[in-house]
């Protein structure tokens, strides 16, 4: 792809890069860590826009909220105290399985992000936590629910928009969190994982839940049906199977090279219930 590039660029600022941005027509990428544009390998591209000086390398806790910078690599993820110590640091885990060391040194949580692939493990992760993104236009900036900016399979509604900084709403307190990724090997792409949280009031009742999905439907997803069955009620094993039945039933996997679509909707099953299990055992309950 590479001897079809014509200029490539190094903006200084957001505002820059949007212009630059506008200005190619529809021939324009906007890499950071680049990972995922050299496995395309579009040949329509005639300008690069590399946005890693634009000052979106960040990771903060401001108020209530984790502030992530766009540029923000999978490594800073994996080891930053902020992100490891928020929700049993399930964002943590999923950016540590996303390939191998040198790529997650130079992969990035927005390029993840708007690659639109469904099987991101951080996409997952973040469905899971309530994740918005702060998205800058030419003129305006705004935030958006992670959700509203997948339109179907490898597809954004970003358009001429820029994925600037995630934005992660602190976490219910007392909830207990995990994180699975299954793959043909530890740094493969995910043929299904998945991100859960609970809380158990005084009675082992099930306060909240959060059960979200990837690499089985177009989009990550959220169990939301699978979420209702858990609220209110005791987690025995009962409503265990049930749970788990109703994920099964709400994915919608496709066959492919990695793996059937019945072995995705089996081992979704698998991991919910697994899931389940571990945050039940971590608040302390036994089934």
């Known amino acids: ?13 957001i505002r820059e890069a949007l212009r630059l941005l506008r200005s190619g027509d529809g021939r ?29 390398s960040y990771i903060r806790q401001k108020g209530n909220a984790c502030h992530i910078g766009a540029t923000s690599t999978m490594a800073a993820l994996e080891s930053s105290p902020v992100v ?31 690659n639109a692939s469904p099987a991101a493990e951080t996409a997952t992760a ?33 358009h001429d928009a820029l994925i600037v900084e995630i934005v992660i709403p602190a976490p219910p307190r007392g909830g207990r969190w995990c994180f699975h990724k299954l793959g043909r090997t530890a740094i493969d792409l995910s043929l299904v994982n998945l991100a859960a949280g609970l809380q158990l009031d005084s009675k082992d009742r099930v306060k ?8 089985v439907a177009p989009t990550p997803i959220r169990a939301v049906n699978a979420e209702r069955l858990l609220v209110g009620h005791t987690l025995d094993e009962a409503l265990l199977e049930e749970v788990s039945d109703e994920v099964a039933r709400e994915v919608t996997p496709i066959t492919d090279v990695r793996a059937s679509a019945e072995y995705r909707r089996t081992m979704s099953r698998v991991l919910a219930r697994r899931a389940l299990e571990e945050c039940t055992a971590r608040s302390g309950c036994v089934l």
């Open 1 to 13: 792809m590479f001897e079809k590039v014509e200029a490539f660029y190094r903006p200084g600022n």
């Open 28 to 56: 324009a990428r906007i890499v950071a860590g680049g990972t995922d544009v050299v496995v395309e390998a579009d040949r329509s591209i005639r300008f690069l826009i590399d946005i890693t000086q634009a000052g979106l």
């Open 84 to 114: 490891r110590s928020l929700a049993g640091g399930i964002l943590a885990q999923a950016s540590a399985t996303c390939g191998s060391v040198q790529i997650r040194n130079m992969s990035t949580l927005g390029g993840n992000l708007a």
């Open 126 to 158: 973040l469905l899971a936590l309530d994740a918005q993104l702060v998205l800058a236009y030419e003129r305006v900036r705004r935030k958006v629910p992670l959700t509203a900016i997948y339109s179907k399979l490898r597809e954004t509604l970003l």
């Open 208 to 215: 909240w839940a959060r059960i979200a999905l990837g690499a």
